[in-house]
């Protein structure tokens, strides 16, 4: 059995989770409401405040569901209480990004700005002019905006310029070699 699918989720208080006939599994909390389609190879049951995933037989495919939809549904909890985020930091001389209104306007040493809007369930948030944080209830799509983020100017390994998570880290490489 799988090792992260047999782990029960425990449901907090002021979080209510239901499932429809068709394997839909909503969570509502204080943060928000997220909902997801669960394959109908597992089966969901929510009991005394803790909700269980199981599966129907050992078959590969099936096997590797279990785990993957018990740890989606622990995120949708996780989501809905404590909420998710990513931090992106900006280095370079002259690189600096200011919020405006709901969109982010990033100066990244292109010869214009470039403007990023909030998307639906994400906010953004500035630290100074060089930390951008990006907040939500869906950790897929924090990850992924965060991602699209951080394309816009990718770490440079030879100066580290451009735009990398805060916790990482960047191997730098060395120069060309002077000629003898």
């Known amino acids: 059995m799988s090792r992260i699918g047999r782990m029960p989720v425990v449901i907090p208080a002021g979080v209510e989770v239901s499932i429809s006939p068709e394997n839909v599994v909503t969570v509502k909390g204080p943060k928000g409401t997220l ?10 049951k929510v009991e005394n405040g803790v909700l269980h ?3 129907e037989n050992d ?13 989606l549904i622990a995120n949708m909890v996780e989501g ?7 931090v992106l930091t900006i ?12 969109k982010l306007v990033l100066s990244i040493g292109y010869s214009h700005n470039i403007e990023v809007k909030e998307v ?17 209830i869906d950790n ?4 992924q905006v965060a991602a699209n983020i951080r394309s816009l100017r990718k770490p440079d390994p030879y100066h580290v310029y451009g735009i990398r ?3 990482e880290v960047i191997v730098r490489k060395e120069g060309k070699k002077g000629s003898k």
Do not use: M
């Open 165 to 167: 998570y805060k916790d």
């Open 35 to 44: 909902s997801r389609h669960v394959d109908k190879c597992i089966t969901v």
């Open 91 to 102: 280095n370079g001389v002259g690189y600096r990004v200011v919020k405006q209104g709901n």
């Open 59 to 71: 078959e590969k495919e099936q096997r590797a569901k279990h785990g993957l939809y018990r740890k």
């Open 140 to 143: 897929e799509l924090v990850g």
């Open 53 to 55: 995933c199981t599966r």
């Open 80 to 86: 809905v209480t404590h909420g998710y985020q990513k």
């Open 120 to 136: 639906p369930g994400i906010t953004f948030d500035v630290e100074g002019e060089k930390d951008i944080i990006v907040k939500g």
